[in-house]
């Protein structure tokens, strides 16, 4: 399912890897980018702001498809909003909770539509001990069969319920809804702390 180059991210080098389907922006006059302060109001309200968040980019994403009014037409809008809305909310919940709070980077979400597929795009800046946790779990999924990744995460969630990183969210945008992920790592080793820009992208055709 993933073209990758599996190479380790060298976070010593001001260098950009790519792992998994990753495609670049690019220009297109359908599209749609939020920026959000993760920093500026309480980790809890703003969190609560994601499904929101979501809920309104995936109502603007419905508007560029055919809405006729018949039962099919209007079950297939329905599954557009209800996949985008789902996809968005689990990347911004991603970043929210691994991103570099001290640095005070803004969370960018953009959404762009292109024929039948819909491309989600969120960036965040992360540490490097969290870019590396990332890191192995996508070396995992791109050489592990999803679904056996899927019930094994299950297994280990089980017995430790503390557990913070299961990465369910993403292996399910994987098995449910045959979302094409991607990865861009931009070390910024420019930056006074010790971050990296990571991007998560989706895609998924409709």
């Known amino acids: 399912m993933f073209e990758t180059n599996t190479e380790p991210f060298n976070v010593n080098e001001p260098t950009v890897e790519l792992f998994g389907n990753f495609f670049e922006q690019e220009f297109n006059p359908e599209q749609l980018s939020l920026v959000f302060s993760p920093y500026s109001i309480p980790f809890s309200q703003r969190w609560q702001n994601n499904s929101l968040s979501a809920n309104?980019?995936?109502q603007y994403v419905s508007t560029f498809f055919p809405q006729d009014n018949n039962a099919e037409s209007y079950k297939r809008i329905v599954e557009i909003k209800s996949s985008t809305s789902f996809i968005i909310n689990e990347l911004l919940e991603n970043a929210m909770k691994y991103?570099?709070?001290?640095?005070?980077?803004?969370?960018?979400?953009?959404?762009?539509?292109?024929?039948?597929?819909?491309r989600i795009y969120v960036s965040n800046v992360s540490s490097?001990?969290?870019?590396?946790?990332?890191?192995d779990f996508i070396q995992e999924v791109l050489t592990?069969?999803?679904?056996?990744?899927?019930?094994?995460?299950?297994?280990?969630?089980?017995?430790?319920?503390?557990?913070?990183?299961?990465?369910?969210?993403?292996?399910?945008?994987?098995?449910?809804?045959?979302?094409?992920i991607g990865w861009k790592f931009e070390n910024m080793t420019q930056e006074i702390l010790p971050v990296i820009t990571i991007t998560t992208m989706v895609e998924i055709t409709v």
């Open 128 to 135: 490097y001990a969290t870019a590396k946790n990332l890191e």
């Open 99 to 118: 991103c570099h709070y001290s640095s005070q980077y803004k969370i960018i979400t953009y959404v762009q539509v292109e024929s039948n597929k819909i």
């Open 56 to 58: 309104f980019l995936a």
């Open 144 to 180: 592990s069969n999803s679904e056996e990744l899927y019930i094994n995460q299950i297994e280990k969630n089980a017995e430790d319920e503390h557990t913070k990183t299961s990465g369910l969210g993403l292996l399910t945008l994987i098995n449910d809804y045959s979302a094409q």
